[in-house]
Antibody, heavy 127, light 107 residues
Framework: QLQLQESGPGLVKPSETLSLTCAVS??????????WGWFRQPPGKGLEWIAS???????YYNPSLESRVTISVDTSKKYFSLKLTSVTASDTAFYYC???????????????????WGQGILVTVSS | AIQLTQSPSSLSASVGDRVTITCRAS??????LAWYQHKPGKAPKLLIY???SLQSGVPSRFSGSGSGTDFTLTISSLQPEDFATYYC?????????FGQGTRLDIK
């Protein structure tokens, strides 16, 4: 079964770029069935979708973050990545990578329910 | 963006109680809704997809219903391991969005 694992620095300075990687195992990152995505949860707050990508490179971004976010996929190395530029303290959060089954129907977006999720990584923005 | 409003925001209940959590969408989303359970320090866990389909491996005491704008998650008989925060999520339109969460505590 699919398993995802986040990695990256736990501390990033204000105005710098947050970079995270998600390793995929137990399945193919080139599968046509899934979108690969990033989510976050600031301490004490709710969940927020950041961005998602298909194996072909097709991307979807949350408009609230789109100007600062880049998501990419490396199918040969079986991982996908997130870059968030110009971070501030409000970007401090648990960051999760996760998978959503491809929808793209008359009643759903191409992104559907999210399963499985990685364990998450806490990224703190502080000098 | 479609807004999802969960009620209540927090809830205290006892083992064995029947609990219902509501999620209301700001516009119709057909059945494009999922429910998750989230415990501190762990990955969110998918419980229900397509508003009423039980994810494989999830106990049958969990059930979901609704369509359009009003949805419910019901736990028929609370177990000790069910105390957590629950979120709804819509996947009808971009951006996909989550409710603010319902925290379920032990009474």
């Amino acid at each position: 079964q699919l398993q995802l694992q986040e990695s990256g620095p736990g501390l990033v300075k204000p105005s710098e770029t947050l970079s995270l990687t998600c390793a995929v195992s137990g399945g193919s990152i080139s599968s046509r069935s899934y979108y690969w995505g990033w989510f976050r949860q600031p301490p004490g707050k709710g969940l927020e979708w950041i961005a998602s990508i298909y194996y072909s490179g097709s991307t979807y971004y949350n408009p609230s973050l789109e100007s600062r976010v880049t998501i990419s996929v490396d199918t040969s190395k079986k991982y996908f990545s997130l870059k968030l530029t110009s971070v501030t303290a409000s970007d401090t959060a648990f960051y999760y990578c996760a998978t959503s089954l491809r929808g793209c129907s008359a009643t759903t977006s191409c992104l559907t329910w999210i399963d499985p999720w990685g364990q998450g990584i806490l990224v703190t923005v502080s000098s | 963006a479609i807004q999802l409003t969960q009620s209540p925001s927090s809830l205290s209940a006892s083992v064995g109680d029947r609990v219902t959590i509501t999620c209301r969408a700001s516009q119709g989303i057909s059945s494009a809704l999922a429910w998750y359970q989230h415990k501190p320090g762990k990955a969110p866990k998918l419980l229900i997809y397509d508003a009423s389909s039980l994810q494989s491996g999830v106990p049958s005491r969990f059930s979901g219903s609704g369509s359009g704008t009003d949805f419910t998650l019901t736990i028929s008989s609370l177990q000790p391991e069910d105390f957590a925060t629950y979120y709804c999520q819509q996947f009808s339109n971009y951006p996909i969005t989550f409710g603010q969460g319902t925290r379920l505590d032990i009474k």
